[in-house]
């Protein structure tokens, strides 16, 4: 699935924060977290891959391992919330099963 302009843009604030492209901070590591958790709460979704190839061909980003750990959390977030959507869904289940 392409990578939506919402996603693009929230990329291009990631790699305008980012000081130093061959090592995160902690901070970034949570606005990132932090950025990507907006955009799923929003109803957006995303490839990891994609990101992570978005990343590689920016052309700012020449360390791998930053590239990949933004991969990774991007995935974690996403995958995060949707368990938690999936976890509130059957929360809602009014069965009186069992009782």
């Known amino acids: 699935m392409p990578l939506t302009n ?3 843009i929230k990329l291009n604030e990631i790699t305008t ?3 130093d492209k061959s090592k ?3 901070s970034e590591i949570d606005e990132i977290k932090s950025i990507f958790k907006a ?3 929003r ?8 990101i992570e190839f978005w990343f590689k061909n920016e052309g700012s980003w ?3 391992e930053p590239r990949i750990r933004i991969a990774n ?3 974690y977030i996403q995958d995060k919330y949707q368990q938690t959507a999936h976890l509130r ?4 289940d009014n069965c009186d099963c069992g009782s």
């Open 6 to 8: 919402n996603v693009i």
């Open 17 to 19: 924060m980012v000081g």
């Open 24 to 26: 995160l901070s902690e």
């Open 39 to 41: 955009l799923v709460e």
């Open 43 to 50: 109803g957006e979704r995303y490839d990891v891959d994609e």
């Open 62 to 64: 020449k360390t791998k």
């Open 73 to 75: 959390l991007s995935n």
């Open 89 to 92: 869904i059957l929360s809602d």
